[in-house]
């Protein structure tokens, strides 16, 4: 029972940090972006290339006790968020500046051939093998014996990617609740004709929006990677679960997307246990189907 | 003589290209001034400003803010250069505190908190009462005066509003009304766009009836309050009997 929990929580963790940038691009750039998966399979990647570069400048991984990375890997971290950004400024300047005022709909389909060409970027830079940023076996600590609940194992690297989203969720909050560029940001999502007679800049709230997406994004990748494995789809797995999150949580609601993630990851987890893993993807689709005829806006769905 | 505090010169706007509805319009408003701009539904008083404003693309004419030509300003940039408006709805961050509001006006302009909000509370001694309270539960009147509040904090030259009456009763288009006298008062001139005639006419110093995107009539308020055509299209026959007595 608490196992289920603690692995959907992992789940949920990796989809959150997804939702939100999702959230923002939704609330605040006004189109379903179809390509943001594949900006946490492209944050994946770029930090494998970069753990082999700063393994190779450091003569190996050097794990950190008890986890399976060592500093290599954070940095790469950094690496990937800071390129992931750089990627979705680009697309911005390249496709999506150019077709805002055709509206919703074509930035839609932009965004679906933009993941399209993410994709299978990915697929021709490092082939369809799943891979790992490491090698290392990690033994799954016993934070409760069987007879209670059934018992809780979790591994290191889970309680990271578990503790290190609370800790990004809690600065994204602050960012958006008390930096000027933040509230900035929700005034904009909130009424974006008042926001630029407030003297609010779009372009500089837009590119905001993709590059505090990207970031978190990059995050949620790695977190995937870390847990699971890097494989050229993981943007795709993601994406109807990163919707349902987002509808699910309320469009343009932090917490909503935090919620709404942690939420569809232990359906997940349920769907594992209960139905089998090949089942897995359908938690998602279910959860959005629930609430899309049960409270379509959402459970905390901004107002304006 | 010192340049107008607006000068609107043969301004053309349109939402869709080929498909004008402000046509041709001219507006002086000298510093200090009240001027509300009048007439019939569809005469294009609210793209007027929202023109002016940076909000409606202007295809023709020009816009001088204090002799300066602020026509190719961006929306965002004029608040910048002392001109703020105020929308007829949506005019407040409704998922903002009152505080929230006023605070992140200033901090857009880069300028002292404190010293921006203070002489604001103090026009609008309510908003201070109640500036943990979500702009969103605001009554009517309580968000227009947070709208003109968080217009002001930006110390504007000019402060335009779009039908600051609108849905509001009676008693608190009085109050609003006023409030923009006490606004002008300390220096800003003022350019509202009206549907309530009378209410318009008791707070302007002058006016201008817009008709199918032009100015038709510019008079002060008590000449357009006795011109028969005026009495008999916007403010009843009681005040027409009054005008003619």
């Known amino acids: 029972m608490l196992q289920i929990l603690a692995d959907g929580l992992v789940i949920g963790s990796v989809v959150s940090l997804g939702a939100i940038g999702l959230s923002l691009c939704f609330s605040i750039l006004r189109f379903a972006n179809f390509g943001h998966g594949e900006l946490l399979a492209w944050g994946a990647y770029v930090a494998l290339s970069a753990l082999a570069v700063f393994s190779a400048l450091a003569g190996g991984a050097h794990p950190i006790a008890p986890f399976s990375f060592g500093w290599p890997l954070l940095a790469a971290l950094a690496v990937a968020a800071l390129a992931v950004a750089a990627l979705t400024l680009v697309l911005d300047a390249a496709l999506f500046k150019r077709l805002r005022r055709q509206g919703a709909i074509t930035l839609v389909i932009a965004s679906f051939g933009a993941a399209l060409a993410l994709r299978n970027g990915l697929l021709f830079l490092y082939g369809g093998v799943p891979q790992y940023y490491s090698q290392e076996l990690q033994i799954a600590v016993h934070l409760l014996p069987r007879r209670l609940l059934g018992g809780l194992r979790i591994t290191p690297d889970q309680l990271f990617v578990l503790a290190l989203t609370a800790v990004t969720v809690v600065g994204v909050h602050l960012f958006l609740s008390r930096s000027t560029l933040g509230r900035a940001m929700r005034a904009t999502a909130m009424n974006p004709q008042l926001a630029r007679v407030a003297g609010i800049d779009p372009e500089r709230v837009l590119r905001a929006t993709w590059v505090i997406g990207a970031l978190l994004a990059a995050v949620a990748g790695v977190f995937a990677g870390l847990t699971v494995q890097l494989r050229p789809t993981l943007g795709l797995d993601l994406l109807l679960p990163l919707f349902a999150a987002v509808i699910l949580g309320g469009i343009g609601s932090v917490w909503g997307a935090v919620l709404g993630g942690l939420i569809v990851g232990v359906a997940e987890s349920v769907a594992v246990h209960v139905v089998g893993a090949e089942y897995r993807a359908a938690a998602a689709f279910f959860v959005l189907i629930a609430i899309l005829l049960v409270r379509p806006t959402g459970l905390f769905a901004e107002k304006t | 003589m010192s340049s107008p505090a607006l000068d609107i010169e043969s301004l053309e706007a349109a939402y869709e290209p080929g498909l004008p509805i402000v046509r041709g319009a001219n507006l002086r408003v000298q510093p200090g001034e009240i001027v509300a701009i009048l007439g019939p539904n569809g005469a294009g008083k609210s793209t007027l400003v929202k023109a002016v404003a940076g909000l409606v693309p202007i295809s023709a004419g020009r816009v001088l803010l204090h002799g300066a030509d602020i026509t190719c300003v961006p929306a965002h940039r004029l608040v910048f250069e002392g001109l703020a408006f105020v ?67 930006a110390r504007p030259r000019v402060l335009m509003l779009d039908e600051p009456s609108a849905g509001l009763s009676p008693k608190l288009v009085g109050q609003v009304l006023d409030q923009l006298k006490r606004v002008r008062d300390t220096g800003v001139t003022v350019v509202l766009v009206e549907q309530n005639v009378k209410a318009a006419l008791a707070v302007a110093d002058r006016a201008a009836v817009l008709v199918e995107g032009r100015e038709h009539l510019v008079g002060t308020a008590a000449e357009l309050r006795a011109d028969a055509r005026i009495a008999e299209l916007y403010l009843g026959r009681h005040v027409q009997a009054q005008a003619v007595a």
């Open chain 2, 87 to 153: 929308p007829q709805t949506e005019n407040v961050f409704a998922n903002l505190t009152i505080a929230e509001n006023l605070e992140l006006a200033a901090a857009i302009l880069k300028a002292d908190k404190r010293e921006r909000l203070d002489p604001v509370y103090a026009m609008f001694p309510d908003l201070q009462r109640q500036r943990a309270l979500l702009a969103g539960r605001l009554s009517g009147g309580q968000r227009q005066m947070l709208a003109v509040a968080r217009a002001l904090i």
